[in-house]
């Protein structure tokens, strides 16, 4: 980098070429390779997030509370970093231990946990609290299949559950899906309930008139999943078909 300066002894400026100390002598370089094991480019890649720190202290802790707490090995925690550096200077007292307790009680296999670990600047302790509780109310304090909609769902836990799924609910039980129903979506395609009620009510209303299934039917879930994955012009596609064999068979 060419700075320009005034020598005090002269009324001439003079360019200097500056240069601060390489990047690469950080103490953390050697930290993230040999503690964590990364390497020299990974490391040199993150150490942006870390040139403020000034001890491994902190890192140290995170590791700990990762390895020993969350039971992560020593490929997964090596991935968590990677992804998002900034964790090592994470508070492992305030943000990751109310985060990370609380989805241990859920017994989360370590895959699912690692992803959500990766994600754990995305969502806050409170919130993710809300949520466990708002779906254990929901699944009769099931604790295994709260665990199951978070996996399915990890991506939508910064949001608020209660207000979205609440509107997601009403929008079942007034088509004459059975509590046990709505239960199995919510289980096996939570997404589906994350979504704006308006596209809910339309797709589960095509799902009588387009594959002949009522609500009542036990077939009525696969049906959905069957609309819910069909393409907008495939599914146009189709209910024209169907209208065209209709008013054919009159």
Known sequence: MWILRLKPSSKHLQYLNYSTQPIHNHFMVDY??????????????????????????NPDSVLHF???????????????????????????????????TLL???????????????QSFNFSSNRLGANVNFLRELL??????????????WWMLSSNYAHKLSSSLLVLKNNGLSDDKIQSILLKNPACLLQNPRWLEATITKVEPV???????????DGLEIIISL?????????????????YLQ
């Open 32 to 57: 993230l390779v040999n503690s964590v094991g990364f390497s020299k480019d990974q490391a040199l890649s993150a150490l942006p997030d870390l040139t403020h720190l000034k001890s491994t202290q």
């Open 66 to 100: 990762l390895k020993h707490q969350c039971r992560l090995d020593n490929t997964q925690v090596r991935n968590i970093v990677h992804y998002r550096p900034k964790i090592l200077t994470t508070s492992v007292h305030k943000t990751l231990a109310p985060k990370f």
């Open 104 to 118: 241990q009680q859920l017994a989360l296999p370590t895959p699912g946990l690692e992803k959500l670990v990766k």
């Open 140 to 153: 009769g304090g099931c604790d295994d299949k709260v665990s199951k909609v978070i996996q399915r769902s």
């Open 211 to 221: 594959l002949g299934v009522s609500p009542e039917s036990p077939r009525f879930l």
């Open 231 to 247: 393409s907008k012009s495939t599914l146009e596609s189709l209910e024209a078909l169907v209208g065209r064999i209709r008013k």
